[in-house]
């Protein structure tokens, strides 16, 4: 068994029946050469502040993060020096965050300055898909998802008995 499995404390242990390799979104970061920039902006378009922020080894701001949605994913914010392949234009891995109004949504970040990267697409019955480039660089992806909300809805259903 792989040593880098973490050692799971016996009451919870019970609560993971198998291992598995995926457990589910932890955190996204995305990448700007202003952070402090890109952390207003995600404020603004967010509605909440960064909880965390750190610093780099020259002292500048190098790094913030946001937890947001259902499931409290984190969102963090690097100085793009870190970045581990840089590109010259939007690249990577999308990401799409379930939004309630893709539309509304989308309109949202036009405003603040967003430019399209792929305009909505039914993908099948119930799930439609966008996304942009933020000003900074970074592809992000937003989907209406029945599923996802099947599950959030299940999860609300079991804590409130």
């Known amino acids: 068994m ?12 019970n609560f993971l029946e198998g291992f598995l390799m ?13 952070v402090a920039a890109a952390r207003a902006w995600y404020t603004e378009f967010l509605g909440v502040e960064a909880y965390f922020e750190g ?37 990577g891995a999308v990401l799409l965050w379930a939004v309630d109004d893709l539309e509304a949504t989308l309109a949202r970040l036009h405003e603040l300055g967003a430019k399209t990267h792929d305009e909505p697409r039914v993908r099948g019955e119930g799930y439609v898909t966008a996304s942009v480039v933020d000003p900074f660089g970074n592809i992000l992806g937003i989907m ?9 809805q299940e999860n609300r259903d079991k804590r409130l008995g």
């Open 22 to 34: 995926l457990r589910g979104m932890s955190t996204v970061t995305y990448y700007a050469d202003d």
């Open 2 to 13: 792989s040593t880098l499995r973490p050692k799971l404390n016996p009451d919870t242990e």
């Open 144 to 152: 209406t998802n029945v599923h996802y909300m099947s599950v959030v």
């Open 55 to 91: 610093r780099a080894p020259d002292g500048s701001l190098g790094y913030v993060e946001f937890r947001i949605g259902d499931y409290l994913a984190e969102l963090g914010i690097a100085q793009r020096k870190f970045e581990v392949t840089p590109s010259d234009g939007p690249a």
